[in-house]
């Protein structure tokens, strides 16, 4: 994956405190991370994800850049979050973008093989905690067909996302077709803003010569595809889906807060 210039990484989680309240955690990369104020206005629809929670229901963002299923995994980042899980739990898992980095061998993970064995091992120690594991294939970047339509940029990763759901009887959120539709229909320019577009003159301390980025997403869009998230997981009626709102005016917005609050 393209990479934007890191941020010091967020610590390890401490043990979650629980209170009987049922969570959905997010197993993910920077697409989905959640980011300091520094790195503003880079955003992860993970991140704004939580603006589509009601009362009743939590949501643990163990997304982190730059981590593929094999460095999840190899850095003991999936054992953390499954032990951490209880009982009714829901565990969102969207990873592909680093997995197809050849150029990292600690990130590399061929989809037919290595990727298709971590999610299956996701999908199944997931329901030995007692969770709902939701596979969640790789949001689009802003990259195009000779056609002019938006790029699927992992479509080996996807499809291994589709099979291992059909074959294990898991829940897909097509985040890649969401998300290809979502910048078909803003168009190329406007999409722009959904992604790190920024100039220097833009005066953003955490890109002081400005950026274009394709993948990672801008406080916008990272507002938009948590709605995209969120209108999925309503219509498939997963667990708490009654408690998720895609249409919270923070999910809606047409120009930037500059803030990532719900507010």
């Known amino acids: 994956m393209p990479e934007a210039p890191r941020q010091s990484e967020p610590a390890a989680p401490a043990s979650l405190v629980r209170d009987g309240t049922p969570q959905i955690f997010i197993a993910s990369d920077s697409t989905a991370q959640s980011y300091d104020p520094s790195r503003y206005p880079q955003t992860g629809w993970g991140q704004m994800f939580a603006c589509a929670l009601g009362k009743g229901v939590g ?28 009982k009714g739990d829901v565990v969102l898992i969207q990873f592909a973008h680093n997995d197809a980095n050849q150029a990292k061998p600690e990130r590399y993970a061929p989809a037919d093989t290595v990727y298709r064995a971590n999610l299956e091992r ?3 120690e997931a329901r030995a905690g007692g969770a709902t594991p939701v596979l969640v294939t790789p949001i689009a ?25 059909k074959r294990e009887r898991v829940r897909v959120i097509d985040l890649e077709s969401l998300s290809r539709a979502w910048i078909d229909r803003a168009g190329a320019e406007r999409a722009k803003a959904f992604y790190l577009h920024l100039k220097p003159e833009d005066g ?31 219509r498939l009626r997963l667990p708490y889906w009654r408690k998720i709102d895609a249409r919270v005016p923070a999910l809606v917005r047409h120009e930037p807060l500059g803030r990532r609050g719900c507010g």
């Open 122 to 124: 996701f999908v199944a």
């Open 59 to 86: 949501l643990q963002n163990r997304a982190i850049g730059g981590r593929s299923t094999k460095s999840f995994l190899a850095e003991g980042r999936w054992e953390r979050l499954r032990g951490d899980l209880r």
């Open 204 to 234: 953003f301390k955490a890109f002081p010569n400005g950026i274009a980025d394709d993948t990672h997403l801008s406080e916008l869009g990272a507002r938009g595809a948590a709605a995209l998230v969120a209108g999925e997981y309503r």
């Open 141 to 165: 970047q802003r990259m195009f067909e000779p056609s002019g339509r938006t790029r699927a940029g992992f479509a080996a990763y996807s499809a291994v996302v589709r099979d291992v759901a």
